[in-house]
């Protein structure tokens, strides 16, 4: 069964090392703001950990209004995180995926250094020293070799699911008649918002 937890507290923290300390491998991957390191405004979002193919933690660090999500994950002191990594990179084999970047994310984020990293497993350069034709996506390698499917539903199905979910509770339809550009009578559906659409869609995010 996959296990996957969000690390909030420094117990949160002290468990995961604990978890840590019986793995033999740990995938190691970050989450940011960007891709250029050096652009002002760049951060170090998050760090995910996972100690097998079925778990996986995740330890949020500068969620700040972060995609306009109500909730944000109370982010942990940097130092700490730094300090849990640095045990891992120095007394477990690790691995990430395209790990020139993660491991200069970590540099200048966390203050880790590439000596600290080098021995670090890259799937992204073996997956290119097998077969250099081959799209390097973790999602393209994860169809290839682990059988993952991917389900991806067109735009207009997910408009109808959106639409049919909140008819009625932040908006109401109506049909009304209009011209075309030919003078031609035809019938279209207007949306209009509630005046409690706000309040409404508040609670519901809050819940």
């Not at 117990?11 to 019986?22: G, I, M, S, T, V």
């Not at 999500?69 to 849990?84: G, I, N, R, S, T």
């Not at 990594?85 to 966390?110: G, K, P, Q």
């Not at 011209?179 to 209009?192: D, G, H, P």
Request: proline letters at 3%; glycine letters at 4%; one cysteine or more.
């Amino acid at each position: 069964m996959r296990q996957y937890e969000t690390v909030l507290t420094l117990d949160d923290l002290q468990r995961l090392r604990q978890r840590l300390e019986a793995a033999s491998v740990v995938a190691v991957d970050t989450e940011t703001t960007g891709l250029d390191i050096y652009q002002p405004g760049f951060e170090l979002v998050g760090v995910s950990l996972a100690p097998s193919a079925y778990e996986g933690y995740y330890i949020p660090l500068s969620h700040q209004d972060f995609a306009g999500l109500a909730y944000q994950p109370p982010p942990l002191a940097k130092e700490a995180v730094a300090e849990l990594l640095r045990w891992v990179f120095t007394n477990r084999s690790t691995v990430m995926h395209n790990r020139s970047y993660d491991r200069n994310v970590l540099a200048v984020t966390l203050g880790l250094s590439h000596d600290l990293t080098e021995s670090c497993e890259d799937t992204k350069l073996a997956a290119h020293l097998q077969d250099e034709n081959f799209p390097k996506s973790l999602k393209e390698l994860a169809k290839r070799w682990l059988g993952v499917r991917e389900a991806v539903k067109q735009f207009k199905e997910v408009e109808a699911e959106v639409l049919a979910a909140w008819e009625g509770r932040l908006w109401e339809s109506e049909q009304v008649e209009a011209l075309n550009k030919a003078n031609r009578r035809y019938k279209k559906t207007v949306y209009r918002l509630k005046e409690d659409w706000l309040q409404t869609a508040i609670q519901v995010y809050l819940r």
